[in-house]
């Protein structure tokens, strides 16, 4: 799993956890609707 990006949590339909560098990259093209929380 060290190299995945992205996880959704079990049992959440809504949430996904991603890595840094999809952040960065979602920013990076103006894609919007995503709200980031850093956990």
Request: proline fraction near 3%; hydrophobic fraction near 50%; aromatic fraction near 10%.
């Amino acid at each position: 799993m060290e190299d995945a990006n992205i996880f959704r949590p079990w049992g959440w339909t809504v949430v996904l956890i991603v890595s840094e560098r999809v952040k960065l990259a979602i920013e990076k093209e103006g894609l919007t609707g995503a709200r980031f929380i850093e956990v």
